[in-house]
């Protein structure tokens, strides 16, 4: 059965291109992104790892690790890497897990038999600290995922973890977020000044950043 939200993302021991990695003691107390990838030397995944690469400044100000993974060797990653490097014009840091034996790719549902064969489709997991998975997305192997939007879902996520609001449709960071149903009006008012009331169940505030 696949992982579902509120799961307890699934420990793991595995090689990867910064050394052997116990999963939850590496990203012990941070957010983490799992992705993975089909295999090395491919194109759309070239383009993907090296978006990853190029926004380290953004995981590392909300807090969050990434980490790869697809069913090749460590040896192959060490290889496609330089690539990955030239093409997107940065430098790959973060770890990409060697998994030719398919034990994590199981573990975590990235392997898609329908889709055509045995290689991990574009599986997106955003685990919390308390190793609690948050979100999900799953991309069919020809189309390549769009990190800004899950870097503006984990501003979400992270948002509403410190305040208990909901975020509307195409939200982005610095816009106003929804009260929910369990908060009366005066009670929004009280706690964040004004309120937009649209409908009496569709209300907008502003909420301070950081």
């Known amino acids: 059965m696949a992982l579902q939200l509120g799961d307890t993302a699934p420990d793991f021991q595995a090689d990867t291109t910064a050394g052997p990695i116990e999963f939850r003691e590496w990203k012990k107390g941070s957010w983490a992104v799992l992705f993975s990838h089909p295999a090395d030397f491919t194109p759309v995944c070239t383009t993907e790892l090296g978006r990853v690469a190029q926004l380290r400044d953004e995981w590392a100000a909300r807090g969050t690790k990434t980490i790869a993974l697809s069913v090749d060797s460590v040896a192959d990653h060490a290889k496609w890497v330089p690539d990955i490097n030239e093409v997107s014009d940065t430098t790959v840091e973060y770890p990409i897990i060697a998994d030719p034996d398919k034990t994590v790719a199981q573990l975590y549902g990235m392997i898609h038999p329908n889709e055509g064969d045995t290689s991990s489709v574009r599986v997106v997991y955003i685990i919390d600290p308390a190793d609690k998975v948050r979100l999900t997305l799953t991309y069919p192997k020809s189309v390549g995922r769009n990190f800004d939007e899950i870097l503006r879902a984990l501003d ?20 106003r977020v929804i009260v929910p149903p369990t908060v009366s009006t005066e009670d929004a008012r009280g706690k964040f000044g004004e309120v937009d009331e649209v409908r009496p169940y569709l209300r907008f505030v502003q909420v301070p950043q950081g």
């Open 156 to 175: 979400a996520l992270q948002l509403t973890d410190r305040v208990a609001v909901s975020t509307p449709v195409d939200w982005r960071a610095g816009d």
